[in-house]
Every structure is written in C-alpha cells, then in structure tokens.
Nanobody, 115 residues
Framework: QVQLVESGGGLVQPGGSLRLSCVASGSTFSINSMAWYRQAPGKQRELVATHARGFSTNYADSVKGRFTISRDSAKNTLYLQMNSLKPEDTAVYYC?????????WGQGTQVTVSS
C-alpha cells in the first residue's frame, strides 16, 4: 500500500501562486501514475492534472497554462505549482496514486483564493 500526505494549501489573493506537495510512503515502487484532484463545496471531485510513469502529463482545460504538475521520484514527492489563481480554484485538493492493485488518496489540503 501507499500512504499520501499533502501540504502547501492556504489563503491566497486572486492572481497569486501556491505550490502543493504530496509525499508518498510505503510501496512507492508500485505506483504507476499520480494525480491531483479537487473538490469545491457542493461539487463533485474533479481531476486537475495527472503525471504518469514516463513523465507524460495531462491537465483539465480549466487549469491549462496556469498549473504545472511535476514529480521528484528521488523524494517520492508530487507537486502542483499553481499560478494566476482564481476564486474558482478554491477547493480541497487531493493527491491520488494508482498502481495495478490499489488506488490511494491523501487527506486533502485546502486552497482558498479570495481578496
């Protein structure tokens, strides 16, 4: 199994930046892909960005050009650099890791974009 712990959330003004981190522990060698999801109040959880083995990345249309997902395998850490933040980016952001026999989630980190 894999355990995930997110950090880096907080309150930021519109146009600002934040960098989220997700540290993985346990059977990290079995991870095939990782991703960031978010869930705003009253809405369903949605996919923000994915990072697959081989370093391919994909983004939701709403964050393309503003967010960048990256992974440091040596540190077992997934990042999400968020720039030009908008109020509609406000949500709890969750880290996800998928292997052939598991899917793990972190506890989430709150991001609030407000003036």
């Amino acid at each position: 199994q894999v355990q995930l712990v997110e950090s880096g959330g907080g309150l930021v003004q519109p146009g600002g930046s934040l960098r989220l981190s997700c540290v993985a522990s346990g059977s990290t060698f079995s991870i095939n892909s990782m991703a960031w999801y978010r869930q705003a109040p009253g809405k369903q959880r949605e996919l923000v960005a994915t990072h697959a083995r081989g370093f391919s990345t994909n983004y939701a249309d709403s964050v393309k050009g503003r967010f960048t997902i990256s992974r440091d395998s040596a540190k077992n850490t997934l990042y999400l650099q968020m720039n030009s933040l908008k109020p509609e980016d406000t949500a709890v952001y969750y880290c996800n890791a998928v292997g052939s026999r598991f899917a793990s989630w972190g506890q989430g980190t709150q991001v609030t974009v407000s003036s």
